[in-house]
């Protein structure tokens, strides 16, 4: 098992940047892929980045280029660096660890991007 927290989400201008954090409770190289998904009002849960174990990464094509992520081994933590933000970026978002079969998800932390 394995438990996420979330932080770093808030209000934001369009524009504006934003960095999120995901402290897992064991470490990373335990952890087959940490993932960043994010869920809109009365919209489905959408993936927006992955890394693996290994440090690879992907991220999805509507925010490529205007987010990374990243992560910081000793510190157990995955990162979320939002540039560019835009009001369609408003979102709860939420971190994902895959052990095995298994997935767990942290509590969320909300994104909003307003003037």
């Known amino acids: 098992q394995v438990q996420l927290v979330e932080s770093g989400g808030g209000l934001v201008q369009p524009g504006g940047s934003l960095r999120l954090s995901c402290a897992a409770s064991?470490?990373?190289?335990?952890?087959?892929?940490m993932a960043w998904y994010r869920q809109a009002p009365g919209k489905e849960r959408e993936l927006i980045a992955t890394?693996?174990?290994?440090?690879?990464?992907n991220v999805a094509e509507l925010v490529k280029g205007r987010f990374t992520i990243s992560r910081d081994n000793t510190k157990n933590t995955m990162y979320l660096r939002m540039n560019s933000l835009k009001p369609e970026d408003t979102a709860v978002y939420y971190c994902?660890?895959?052990?095995?079969?298994?997935?767990?998800w942290g509590q969320g932390t909300q994104v909003t991007v307003s003037a």
């Open positions: 890394v693996t174990s290994g440090g690879s990464t």
């Open positions: 064991r470490s990373l190289f335990s952890i087959d892929i």
């Open positions: 994902n660890a895959r052990i095995f079969a298994n997935g767990y």
